[in-house]
């Protein structure tokens, strides 16, 4: 079982920084022990948060990771905007 952890990133930028997130989270999900086809499902969904997130010009962004009960969950939150969360049972 994965230790439990958190892990955040904290952006105020006016270029983007998905594409890092995205390679980050592949990273962070890898080192979990999440398969390739698991890891691509919640790359997906945190893509989509990051685009939607960021739609009206938001810059200002927290992304957590965190592990705990044997539970991933993954959040995104733009300012002014409503948090995304997203929850997976560990591998």
């Not at 998905?18 to 989270?25: D, I, W």
């Not at 398969?35 to 997906?44: G, H, L, P």
């Given at each position: 079982?994965?230790?439990e952890?958190?892990?955040?990133?904290?952006?105020?930028?006016?270029?983007?920084?998905?594409?890092?997130?995205?390679?980050?989270?592949?990273?962070?999900?890898?080192?979990?022990?999440?398969?390739?086809?698991?890891?691509?499902?919640?790359?997906?969904?945190?893509h989509?948060?990051?685009?939607?997130?960021?739609?009206?010009?938001?810059?200002?962004?927290?992304?957590?990771?965190?592990?705990?009960?044997?539970?991933?969950?993954?959040?995104?939150?733009?300012?002014?905007?409503?948090?995304?969360?997203?929850?997976?049972?560990?591998?």
């Open positions: 079982m994965a230790p952890f958190l892990f955040t990133v904290s952006f105020d930028s006016e270029t983007t920084l998905e594409p890092m997130l995205l390679e980050l989270a592949v990273g962070v999900l890898g080192s979990i022990g999440y398969r390739t086809d698991r890891t691509s499902e919640i790359v997906e969904s945190l989509r948060a990051l685009t939607a997130g960021a739609v009206g010009g938001r810059r200002e962004c927290l992304v957590r990771f965190q592990v705990a009960a044997g539970e991933l969950q993954v959040a995104v939150c733009y300012a002014g905007a409503n948090e995304w969360q997203l929850a997976r049972d560990l591998p």
